[in-house]
């Protein structure tokens, strides 16, 4: 019985492809979990290793399975990223900007180079790039552009095959590599103590906190109930008069109870001796007010209800504007800011007085609803939890940024085209910031983004794998193992000169400096790992802008590593360069294909 199960799995997989490409998922997310040490391969590897295990079963998956989630996922990337992408291209975000695209063309330098120092093709050419740099992303572009670059079918199947060879090869030094160079490496490079620096920068960034801490001047801590006296201080005040008279506090009243009725504590309302007021503000100084005048139990006036809401941040008027200063507001009164989450990763930024708001943050408030109301009015749009995904948007989204992208622009007799999928990429950005400008456009929760994002992108890298599987041992030795240290060159070299380009280029804060330089890696893990250093999430305030624009050129890099490698010297694949002349690639320009 066993012989026989041992034979009907592999046959039932090849029957039913599909099965094949849900277990690849499952075994490769698992694998890429396991952690050694601080390390892990992630779900990419993880997905891709196994897949190709799999694919030695001879498992025929249609193309056009991997293209569809590739293009979701390339426009779920450019939706996150979008907000940041407009802001560091129009606006004070622009030196990080202008550095991430210096270090993406340093990155593409590299990996040219290497590619044709060592006389690679398109494929391995492109699996060093996404390998070498961690983008994955690349290898959809990578493929579309040699679909289109004039290959022979058997050429282009060949150099597909390839792409996962080198990209295996090439990930764990560019995952490791980067982290260690940042995190180790890069603090030398500038000759700082990143702790101390982080440190300085928080106080610097603090400037105008006041005495009671940051968290005093948008924390509402709990509520209590007092009766005012006779002859007491608030006596005969407004409510507005009796919050500002607290000198040194922010304390704020909830409710009132006047003649034994609960009325609306409007502002401009008279406070007498018997009204009983509930007092939010500080534990400490609502300790400090009982021992002044008589508190009281009253369990109606302190059931107030409170809220925790997410607020997207889409005012104009906010935008670049420090946190010390918007909690001077009156719409920050009686609110607590627990926290902000920034850019596609959801990274949080420290909660700091000088910390600025930018339009795309998502900020975390918690207060009665009334004031969460004020708030959400003055920040932007209330991004409350919900399961419901506007597919109009996304599905008119993904078409017509595919319809556009798929124009073809001859340059030289060269077709240059972003091809569908980057199409999808640009889309989603425009659509991701025009979101911020216009929240009711529709919502693509951050669970289907997630979706979208990870599922969409193993997908895709199951299928390479699946389909690379029976020529993958033959690619190995094709490739050989020079092309690790291609990688190694490819990933260490812009990332050695990234933090001496922000130090004495543009001139970036020692704190940022290397959230900068992670950032336009897109390497979030290794920011993780200088974040660790620094003992503090400063680091991250670098990080979101050069992410979202090297997200999207290293991205499209595949494309422009196709055609600089097909219009480059005669390009050939190291195994058969010296005996087959027939396995030298023509350039793009020659290809009867061109004209389409």
């Given amino acids: 019985m066993f012989q026989p199960l041992m034979t009907w799995i592999p046959d039932t997989l090849r029957a039913h492809p599909e099965l094949a490409i849900f277990i690849t998922l499952a075994v490769g997310y698992w694998i890429g979990a396991v952690k050694l040490g601080s390390f892990s391969l992630g779900a990419v590897t993880g997905t891709l290793l196994t897949g190709i295990l799999i694919g030695q079963l001879g498992i025929d998956i249609s193309d056009q399975i991997k293209s569809i989630f590739f293009i979701m996922f390339l426009f779920a990337v450019g939706f996150g990223v979008g907000p940041q992408f407009v802001r560091g291209i129009a606006s004070d ?38 390998g070498s740099q961690t983008i994955s992303a690349s290898i959809g572009i990578a493929t579309d552009a040699m679909a289109r670059s004039g290959l022979s079918p058997d050429q282009l199947t060949e150099q597909e095959n390839l792409i996962p060879v080198a990209y ?36 610097e960034k603090s400037i105008g906190t006041p005495s009671t801490g940051m968290n005093s001047a948008w924390h509402q801590h709990e509520i209590r109930a007092f009766r005012i006296p006779a002859g007491g201080r608030v006596a005969g005040m407004t409510i507005r008069q009796a919050e500002a008279s607290a000198e040194g506090e922010r304390l704020f009243i909830e409710g009132l109870r006047k003649g034994g009725k609960l009325v609306d504590p409007a502002m401009d309302i008279v406070l007498e001796p018997g009204d009983v007021v509930s007092v939010s503000g500080r534990r400490e100084a609502l300790v400090k007010l009982s021992n002044m005048t008589e508190e009281v139990e009253d369990r109606e006036l ?74 959400v009015e003055a920040l932007g749009y209330a ?26 622009l001859p340059v030289h007799g060269v077709p240059i085209t972003l091809g569908t999928a980057g199409g999808a990429l640009v889309a ?93 890696r897109t390497s979030t893990a290794s920011v993780a790992m200088v974040g660790d250093v620094a003992k503090s999430n400063v680091p991250m305030l670098g990080y ?32 058969s360069a010296a005996t087959d002349p027939a396995a030298i690639t023509a350039p793009a320009v020659d290809a009867p294909e061109a004209s389409q």
């Fill in 428 to 520: 989603g950005i425009v659509l991701g910031w025009y979101r911020t400008v216009n929240p009711k456009l529709g919502n693509v929760p951050e669970s289907t983004l997630w979706f979208m994002n990870s599922v969409g992108l193993n997908v895709f890298i199951a299928v390479v794998g699946i389909s690379a599987g029976p020529t993958f041992v033959a690619g190995l030795q094709q490739a050989g193992f020079g092309i690790f240290f291609a990688g190694l060159f490819a990933t260490a070299t812009p990332m050695i000169l990234a933090p001496l380009i922000g130090k004495y280029i543009f001139k970036f804060d020692p704190a940022i400096n290397l959230g900068c330089c992670g950032g336009a």
């Fill in 168 to 203: 295996a090869i090439s990930y764990i030094f560019g995952t490791v590599g980067t982290g260690w160079i940042l995190a180790f490496l890069g603090p030398k490079l500038l000759r700082i103590n990143l702790a101390d620096e982080c440190a300085r920068y928080e106080r």
């Fill in 383 to 408: 991004d409350r939890p919900t399961s419901v995904t506007n597919m109009v948007l996304v599905g008119f989204g993904i078409c017509i940024g595919g319809l556009l992208g798929s124009l073809i």
């Fill in 544 to 575: 979101t802008v050069p992410y979202a624009v090297a997200n999207t050129l290293l991205t499209l890099w595949g494309l422009v590593v196709i055609l600089l490698i097909q219009a480059g010297p005669t390009a050939v694949t190291p195994a």
């Fill in 302 to 375: 302190l059931d107030i209800p409170v809220e925790a809401v997410d607020v997207l941040v889409t005012q104009k008027a906010v935008d670049g504007r420090k946190l010390i200063e918007l909690a001077q507001e009156s719409f920050a009164r009686g609110v607590y800011l627990n926290a902000i989450r920034r850019g596609n990763a959801g990274l949080e930024v420290p909660v700091l007085a000088q910390t600025e708001l930018h339009r795309g943050d998502i900020v975390r408030i918690t207060g009665t609803k009334t004031h969460t109301d004020r708030v």
């Fill in 93 to 130: 975000g622009l030196p990080q900007a202008m550095f991430a695209v210096v270090i993406c063309l340093l990155v593409l330098a590299s990996v040219v180079g290497a590619a044709m120092v060592a006389g690679y093709g398109p494929g391995l050419a492109a699996g060093l790039l996404a």
